[in-house]
């Protein structure tokens, strides 16, 4: 079963997508700030992480390259889901390493895991 790291400060949106994930057999791991995600990557040790990039304590760009610089977690696909959705914005999460990079308002939340279902195969 895979794991999956959601850093995510937006509680509604965080509970909604955990439980569409869960329903679909994954387990799931959760932070609330940049600085809990980059613990939580640490010992969790994830198969996917979805990443928001406002956050407290470290924003999404801050906690992606402190993930992709480590030998240990650097592996890990990452999604970003956020409302940003300036072009700088994404190309800037892309060239930090992540895999995809999904605006909020434009995807549903079986959107969202369709997509980490895809990557997870």
Avoid: W
Wanted: aromatic fraction near 4%; proline fraction near 4%.
């Amino acid at each position: 079963m895979a794991k999956i790291l959601i850093i995510e400060d937006d509680k509604f949106l965080r509970e909604l997508i955990s439980k569409k994930l869960v329903d679909k057999g994954y387990e799931i791991i959760k932070a609330v700030d940049g600085a809990e995600g980059v613990e939580k990557t640490k010992k969790g040790n994830p198969d996917l992480i979805l990443l928001d990039l406002i956050l407290p304590k470290m924003n999404g760009f801050e906690v992606l390259s402190e993930i992709k610089d480590d030998p240990a977690t650097s592996s890990i696909p990452v999604i970003i889901l956020s409302n940003l959705g300036q072009k700088e914005d994404v190309e800037k999460g892309l060239k930090l390493g992540a895999i995809d990079f999904l605006i909020k308002a434009h995807f549903t939340p079986i959107e969202i895991i369709e997509k980490i279902q895809k990557i997870l195969k």
